[in-house]
Every structure is written in structure tokens, then in C-alpha cells.
């Protein structure tokens, strides 16, 4: 597939042309995979795989400065032998198509998106704790899960049910990702079910979707900006939450119905709005 993304590319730009970025993302299927408008890189070579590294710190450094917004390093002919080169050492949460795709993500990890899923989901878990279902999940944080082929993909934080679905079974029933709203391409249709935290920099808004298998769109969607007359933003009342609360069905992550004090986990308005708080008081730029 990689080779055949290239033969394409030839053929639309001509021979002997310079197989750039922006025909190699006119070659790929860019609704598909969410591409349109980002930066997408040849993989180098495997004995230059550590390239990588320094794309990986010039993209970071260009995030912290505000001179990018694509915290997601795409890379296209990327194959097994590439990912075994790095050794798992990889510079961001991974997501890799396979070999017959051979495109591969690394979504470059900042201080606020660390803070915005970890908030997310320690509260999950508080809530699943009250319910008294304490021992009956596991936290997968960024365990790297084999798909079918040569697939792999990593999310930020994770739950699955404990005993899994079933033996062998250990993918977590509950993803949750955390990227700015620039670079996070809708890969969501393949998982159960995924929470995603996009980080809006421009406009300092935060968007939590909730996507599900097979949906062509989120299921539900919370916005938060900042409240025109209270330009702070220290605090929660300085936030404005729309579209709260956000139910995240106890069937969807346990695989079984409700029984005696369980319900379904439900985000507040309020939650939302310390979420964005605490997000700004990292003294990090949304």
C-alpha cells in the first residue's frame, strides 16, 4: 500500500518530480485519516530512525514557543522494521496503521494535555470507587495495544473491566486522549469508545468528545471558553460549559447492566469548568 501511495504521488506530479509532503497527503485518503492541512514526513531511513528524536524536540520547542499548533508527528511509509528500530523508545503516544497503510503518528506530549487526561481520568475512577467497584477495573494508562496485522496504537489514559471481556482480551473498553484540536485526525471509529480532550489554543477553549465504534460523528460534546467578563481565568466561574453534562454509559464500560447502587458516570457542569481551571493554572498557554 505504502508503495502504491507513492507510485500515485509520481503519477500526479510527474516523473522526476520531488516527492514533497503535501503531494504525499494528496496521495493518502485525507478524510479518511483526518489529514487535510497538517504536516505529514517521509519516515527516514532505519539506520537514521533516530531523526525521529529531533524532529520530535524541534516540534516541542516550536509548541512551547507558539510557532506550531500540530502536536502530532505524521509520518508516511512507516513500517514494522522502523518501529522495531526504535525499540519502543517512542517520542509520542503512538499510532500506527500497519504495513499496509504505513502511516505512523507520535502526538508530542505537553504539560497541559498530561494535566487535562489525568484530571479526566482520576475522576472517572473516583466515581467508579464511590459506586464501590473498587478491584472490578484496571487503569491501562498508555499501554501499547496490538490491532489486527501490524496495527498498534497507544492512547493517554485508559480503563477496561477486570476480569477483561474475555481471555486474552486486555483492550481497554474506555480511551482517553488529550492533543490540540489542530492535530488530532478522527481515528476514533475503531474503539469502543473514546474520550477526547482538544485543546484550542487560538480561541483558549477546551472540547471534550465522547466517539464511539462505528459513528461517523462524536456522541456527545462539551465545549469550555473563557467567560467574556471574567478574563482570569483562575477560577471556575470564569468559564463557560456547554452542552454538560457528559454520561458515559456503565454498560459501555463494564459490558454488563447496572445492578444496586451503580449507575452511569456522569461529568458535570462543574467538573468541566475546574478541568479548564486547572488546565490554565498550569502556567501553561492553552
Not at 516541542?60 to 513500517?79: E, F, K
Not at 523508545?89 to 496503521?97: A, E, K, L, M, S
Not at 504539560?111 to 473498587?134: C, K, N, R, Y
Not at 493517554?156 to 482480551?169: F, Q
Request: aromatic content about 8%; charged content about 20%; proline content about 6%.
Amino acid at each position: 500500500m505504502a508503495v502504491e501511495i507513492v507510485e500515485r504521488v509520481l503519477q500526479a506530479v510527474g516523473k522526476g518530480a520531488v516527492l514533497t509532503a503535501a503531494n504525499a497527503v494528496k496521495a493518502i485518503d485525507t478524510e479518511r485519516f483526518g489529514l487535510a492541512g497538517l504536516t505529514v514526513l517521509p519516515i527516514p531511513n532505519i539506520e537514521d530512525i533516530a531523526t525521529i528524536y529531533v524532529h520530535a524536540e524541534e516540534r516541542r520547542a516550536q509548541l512551547l514557543q507558539g510557532t506550531s499548533t500540530q502536536n502530532t508527528l505524521i509520518y508516511y511509509n512507516a513500517t514494522t522494521a522502523h518501529l522495531d528500530a526504535l525499540d519502543e523508545n517512542y517520542p509520542g503516544r503512538i499510532t500506527f496503521f500497519g504495513d499496509e497503510v504505513g502511516l505512523l503518528f507520535f502526538r508530542i506530549r505537553l504539560p497541559i494535555h498530561e494535566i487535562a487526561h489525568l484530571h479526566l481520568f482520576m475522576t472517572v475512577s473516583h466515581l467508579l470507587l464511590q459506586m464501590g467497584l473498587g478491584g472490578q477495573f484496571v487503569a491501562t494508562g498508555a499501554t501499547t495495544f496490538k490491532g489486527p496485522g501490524t496495527k498498534k496504537k497507544q492512547g493517554d489514559s485508559g480503563i477496561r473491566p477486570d476480569p477483561p471481556r474475555w481471555a486474552g482480551n486486555q483492550f481497554p473498553t474506555v480511551v482517553i486522549e488529550a492533543g490540540n484540536s489542530e492535530s488530532l485526525p478522527q481515528l476514533y471509529k475503531d474503539r469502543d469508545m473514546v474520550l477526547l480532550i482538544k485543546v484550542c489554543k487560538r480561541s483558549k477553549r477546551i472540547v471534550i468528545e465522547q466517539w464511539h465504534r462505528f459513528y461517523q460523528s462524536p456522541t456527545a460534546k462539551v465545549e469550555i471558553k473563557p467567560h467574556p467578563q471574567k478574563p482570569f481565568l483562575h477560577d471556575s466561574s470564569c468559564w463557560l460549559v456547554e452542552g454538560a453534562p457528559m454520561v458515559i454509559a456503565f454498560r459501555e464500560v463494564f459490558l454488563r447492566p447496572a445492578q444496586g447502587t451503580e449507575t452511569d458516570i456522569v461529568l458535570t457542569k462543574d467538573f468541566f469548568a475546574e478541568l479548564a481551571m486547572l488546565c490554565w493554572k498550569s502556567n501553561v498557554t492553552v
